[in-house]
């Protein structure tokens, strides 16, 4: 593959949003362009499916970013921010030894379709499959006291997709700040009822997706953002020219994430 002439770039406070398919074939993956450190964790996953599905998410990550930086997929350094030099990836991503610098960005995937979010500042992004009222119930005692409380008051009939969303904006967040899922979920105040108990210096929201999966992202800063969403056809992400398909991709849809902070209320 060779590198792209024109690049892609995050226009100023805003966000790229890429919907990433999984491939027909498992065929399709170029697992080369992985490095040792990718390989080993997709290999560490038992189901076939699984496996696919994080080594397929990783490289359309790399085909992404190549279209950002002009660098190749496989030759992209990428890193954990709190690198140690082993190999090991603490914290969130980021791409290593880009000259002038390479843009914010966060991955996540779920059950056949991945987003990979880039930015100019510090962000995180989740998708999630639409949960089951059996995982909502189950995770109901990990959620912060006010965001069980604020729950419980929703009828039950919505209270899966309300779930759903507040998780993903959890994640989301928690993502952002690098530390994941080890910072306890019952920490931070991610519901839709209170302002003033979110956590400051954030601007978190859920974006418009399909039917199926429930996505939300963080960005660090305040101010409404402009998102601008691409969802990558099959086709193109893992054809030869990947890279120069997406530097060439118009976004489909363009929207808002609101701040709520301005405007006195959130946005469902």
Same mark, same amino acid.
């Given at each position: 593959?060779?590198?792209?002439?024109?690049?892609?770039?995050?226009?100023?406070?805003?966000?790229?949003?890429?919907?990433?398919?999984?491939?027909?074939?498992?065929?399709?993956?170029? +697992?080369?362009?992985?490095?040792?450190?990718?390989?080993?964790? !997709?290999?560490?996953?038992?189901?076939?499916?699984?496996?696919?599905?994080?080594?397929?998410?990783?490289?359309?990550?790399?085909?992404?970013?190549? &279209?950002?930086?002009?660098?190749?997929?496989?030759?992209? @350094?990428?890193?954990?921010?709190?690198? @140690? &030099? @082993?190999?090991?990836?603490?914290?969130?991503?980021?791409?290593?030894?880009?000259?002038?610098?390479?843009?914010?960005?966060?991955?996540?995937?779920?059950? &056949?379709? !991945?987003?990979?979010?880039?930015?100019?500042?510090?962000?995180?992004?989740?998708?999630?499959?639409?949960?089951?009222?059996?995982?909502?119930?189950?995770?109901?005692?990990?959620?912060?006291?006010?965001?069980?409380?604020?729950?419980?008051?929703?009828?039950?009939?919505?209270?899966?997709?309300?779930? &759903?969303?507040?998780?993903?904006?959890?994640?989301?967040?928690?993502?952002?700040?690098?530390?994941?899922?080890?910072?306890?979920?019952?920490?931070?105040?991610?519901?839709?009822?209170?302002?003033?108990?979110?956590?400051?210096?954030?601007?978190?929201? @859920?974006?418009?997706?399909?039917?199926?999966?429930?996505?939300?992202?963080?960005?660090?800063? !305040?101010?409404?953002?402009?998102?601008?969403?691409?969802?990558?056809?099959?086709?193109?992400? +893992?054809?030869?020219?990947?890279?120069?398909?997406?530097?060439?991709?118009?976004?489909?849809?363009?929207?808002?994430?609101?701040?709520?902070?301005?405007?006195?209320?959130?946005?469902?």
């Amino acid at each position: 593959m060779t590198p792209t002439v024109r690049r892609l770039a995050v226009a100023r406070g805003e966000l790229d949003v890429w919907l990433l398919p999984p491939p027909d074939s498992p065929r399709d993956v170029p +697992y080369d362009e992985l490095d040792a450190y990718e390989r080993g964790r !997709a290999d560490s996953y038992r189901r076939p499916d699984d496996r696919q599905m994080y080594a397929a998410a990783h490289v359309g990550l790399r085909r992404v970013l190549a &279209g950002y930086t002009g660098i190749e997929p496989s030759r992209l @350094n990428l890193a954990g921010e709190r690198y @140690n &030099g @082993n190999g090991e990836r603490h914290g969130r991503p980021v791409v290593l030894g880009v000259p002038g610098g390479a843009p914010q960005f966060s991955l996540s995937h779920s059950h &056949g379709l !991945a987003i990979v979010v880039v930015a100019e500042s510090r962000v995180g992004a989740d998708v999630q499959r639409l949960p089951s009222p059996q995982t909502a119930e189950a995770c109901l005692p990990a959620l912060h006291p006010a965001e069980r409380e604020e729950l419980g008051k929703i009828p039950e009939h919505e209270r899966t997709m309300a779930f &759903g969303r507040l998780w993903t904006r959890k994640e989301a967040y928690l993502k952002g700040l690098g530390t994941g899922l080890t910072r306890g979920a019952d920490l931070d105040y991610l519901g839709e009822a209170g302002l003033a108990e979110r956590p400051t210096g954030w601007v978190v929201g @859920n974006l418009p997706l399909c039917s199926t999966h429930i996505a939300a992202v963080a960005l660090a800063g !305040a101010g409404d953002r402009p998102v601008a969403l691409r969802a990558v056809p099959t086709a193109y992400l +893992y054809a030869p020219d990947a890279v120069e398909r997406l530097v060439e991709m118009e976004p489909g849809l363009r929207s808002m994430l609101r701040d709520p902070a301005q405007h006195g209320d959130l946005e469902r």
